[in-house]
Nanobody, 122 residues
Framework: QVQLVESGGGSVQAGGSLRLSCAAS?????MGWFRQAPGKEREGVAA??????SYVDSVKGRFTISRDNAKNTLYLQMNSLKPEDTAMYYC????????????????????WGQGTQVTVSS
């Protein structure tokens, strides 16, 4: 069983930055960030696996996903934040890599964190 603990959420004004962290208790191959706004479906934001990264179009050029393998920690650097980025952000991990096309699918992840809230005001 892998436990994931997120941190780094908060409230910022539009144009600001935040960095999310996700500490994993065990080994994983693919890790990703998902978000869910009230009344909306969970959306894959960014994922990293087997040296490959994937981003949803709405965050390309603004968000960067990275991983420190020594610390077993996943990061999401979020710059130029917009009000539409407001959501609960979840870290997810899986012991397998299913391929680039599957990286932002929530059903491809076995382990989930509790989430951290990101609020961007205009």
């Amino acid at each position: 069983q892998v436990q994931l603990v997120e941190s780094g959420g908060g409230s910022v004004q539009a144009g600001g930055s935040l960095r999310l962290s996700c500490a994993a208790s065990g080994g994983t191959v693919t890790m990703g960030w998902f978000r869910q706004a009230p009344g909306k479906e969970r959306e894959g934001v960014a994922a990293l696996g087997s040296g490959i990264s994937s981003y949803v179009d709405s965050v390309k050029g603004r968000f960067t996903i990275s991983r420190d393998n020594a610390k077993n920690t996943l990061y999401l650097q979020m710059n130029s934040l917009k009000p539409e980025d407001t959501a609960m952000y979840y870290c997810a991990a899986d012991p397998f890599f299913y391929g680039f096309s599957q990286m932002l699918r929530a059903d491809r992840y076995k382990y989930w964190g509790q989430g951290t809230q990101v609020t961007v005001s205009s």
